[in-house]
């Protein structure tokens, strides 16, 4: 497994187990199980996603010690005017007393208050690492002028239809780490897997396309965590840091770029309304 390293030497697992819609109480447990077979050991959640109680059922009986894996939930923001209870639901429910990183998801409501409490959190040690989700530059530079501890990452869309090159350079500017989510699309495009670029390189590799499209973002030091419930696209999303592209390769595919995420950025006020009006 390769890392990338925070701003407080935590090392992140280049490639994780994303659970977004992993809920049913069989299949969800098999796949993250398949996962941990594969070599996974970093698993991403949220409170949000309804399957806390899953994962940490899952984990704890994988097998593997807990100071091997490395666990991210996610702050629900309908949660950050007093986050600390359902942060407390988040610990009992995955099973562990400290996780690994903690995110506040989405930079809506209070969430400069829910980022105190993480603070706090990360200064007792129950919490290895902070970060943010769907923070747009601006957002992020402003909480960073604002807080005592600056994000330790930031998670976002990436993907070969919407790579983030402008939004990449004040990450950087301001050393702030990326995790790209849904890194083969938003419920999987398979439009991306067939363009011709992606094709070439899969044949050259003797690889996937889904694996040439992760292997992509990881070649730029971007941790992915993709999620799959089939057990050959887990092992084969996994299996994605033993070749590298070529600087052509890399040029190409660079051109699919459409810079429009499919969930919508954090500042679009349909996509606003959208999440608030849902009732989870």
């Not at 919490?127 to 960073?144: H, K, Q, T, W, Y």
């Amino acid at each position: 497994m390769e890392f990338i390293v925070l701003s407080n030497n935590v090392k992140v697992p280049l490639v994780g187990f994303g659970t977004y819609k992993v809920n049913d109480p069989v299949e969800g447990k098999r796949a993250i199980l398949d996962a941990i077979k594969a070599g996974y050991r970093l698993f991403d959640t949220a409170q949000q996603y309804g399957n806390e109680k899953l994962v940490g059922e899952a984990l704890s009986e994988c097998g593997v010690p807990r100071e091997e894996l490395f666990i991210t939930t996610k702050l629900h923001f309908k949660v950050f005017d007093n986050p600390i209870p359902r942060l407390e639901k988040s610990f009992k429910d995955l099973r562990t007393d400290y996780l690994d990183l903690v995110i506040i998801h989405w930079p809506f409501g209070n969430y400069y208050n829910a980022w105190r409490v993480l603070e706090d959190y990360y200064k007792k040690g129950k919490i290895r690492a902070i970060g943010v989700s769907n923070f747009e530059p601006g957002r992020l530079i402003d909480l960073i002028k604002n807080v005592e501890i600056k994000p330790m990452i930031n998670q976002i869309e990436i993907n070969a239809y919407c790579q983030r090159k402008e939004d990449i350079e004040w990450y950087k500017k301001f050393d702030v780490p990326l995790q790209a989510y849904s890194p083969l699309g938003h419920g999987s495009h398979p439009e991306m897997q067939q363009e011709e670029a992606v094709i070439n390189a899969a044949k050259a590799h003797n690889k996937t396309p889904a694996q040439v499209l992760i292997r992509y973002i990881t070649q730029q030091g971007i941790s992915v965590i993709p999620k799959s419930s089939n057990e050959k696209r887990i092992k084969e999303n996994f299996d994605t840091l033993d070749f590298s592209l070529s600087e052509e390769e890399m040029n190409a595919i660079s051109k699919l770029d459409k810079k429009t995420p499919s969930v919508g950025r954090s500042e679009d006020p349909i996509l606003v309304e959208r999440l608030y009006a849902k009732n989870d």
